[in-house]
């Protein structure tokens, strides 16, 4: 089973929604015979490399939200994510462009290093206040991933992995997707938004049972019980 996940690692409720998931998938009895692909999305392409403000400014010029809406909305936000066991920190995140970032985690991807891609990128992000944006903090994380020194410095040389990005972000508008996160199931289920466990739960049992239906064999053969008690 593949479950290929729309997400960007400068949105809050990605991260969220990648802890809800995980739990789900840590309980599902088939764990290990599904296949976990994440998808690049970008809630801003349009962002500058690097913004000059904080994310509070930015939400309330760019996005056009009140500055007291955009710091309940903060509160909200923190508060399910703490439920999570994630500490996030606005007053710290460093507003920056994704693009390089997701072309890291494809570069990642190619080394069986996605999903620890991903997670420091969302943690750095909204715990500890780094710049995604910058090449000297991507490229240490290249380091800390083990990744080929010369293959990260490409991403800041050429645009490899540019294409592969711009294609997430085709495949998204192709299936409709207009937020994130959003998880696909064998590209037959869509759950949008950092559900409950609960609901990942079911989505997971639900497209298990229908893509590996029990087939019964010489049924009328066997003698069993019933409701009606056991044969003589």
Same mark, same amino acid.
């Given at each position: ?35 976990? =692909? ?7 392409? &349009?962002?500058?490399? *690097?913004?000059? +403000?904080?994310?509070? /400014? ?71 206040? =780094? ?7 991507? &490229?240490?994380?290249? *380091?800390?991933? +083990?990744?080929?020194? /010369? ?82």
């Amino acid at each position: 089973m593949k479950i290929e996940i729309w997400s960007d690692v400068a949105c809050p409720w990605c991260y969220i929604g990648k802890r809800r998931f995980e739990a789900a998938l840590a309980e599902f009895p088939h764990r290990d015979a599904v296949e976990v =692909k994440w998808r690049s999305y970008q809630l801003d392409p &349009t962002l500058p490399e *690097h913004y000059d +403000g904080t994310e509070l /400014e930015y939400l309330s010029t760019r996005k056009g939200m009140a500055p007291a809406q955009v710091s309940q909305m903060f509160d909200h936000v923190t508060e399910q994510a703490k439920g999570e066991g994630l500490d996030y920190r606005f007053d710290q995140v460093v507003v920056a462009n994704s693009f390089t970032a997701h072309r890291l985690i494809h570069l990642a991807a190619q080394h069986g290093q996605q999903d620890a891609a991903k997670e420091r990128l969302l943690s750095d992000h909204f715990e500890h206040g =780094k710049d995604i944006g910058s090449a000297e903090y991507l &490229t240490a994380l290249g *380091h800390d991933l +083990g990744l080929n020194a /010369e293959e990260v410095a490409e991403l800041f040389t050429t645009d490899k992995y540019a294409d592969d990005v711009r294609f997430d972000f085709e495949e998204a508008r192709a299936l409709g997707i207009s937020g994130v996160p959003f998880f696909v199931i064998d590209r037959k289920f869509g759950l949008s938004g950092a559900q409950p466990a609960e609901t990942f739960t079911a989505a997971l049992n639900q497209a298990w049972q229908e893509t590996n239906p029990l087939v019964l064999v010489n049924t009328a053969d066997g003698e069993a019980c019933g409701p009606d008690g056991c044969p003589v």
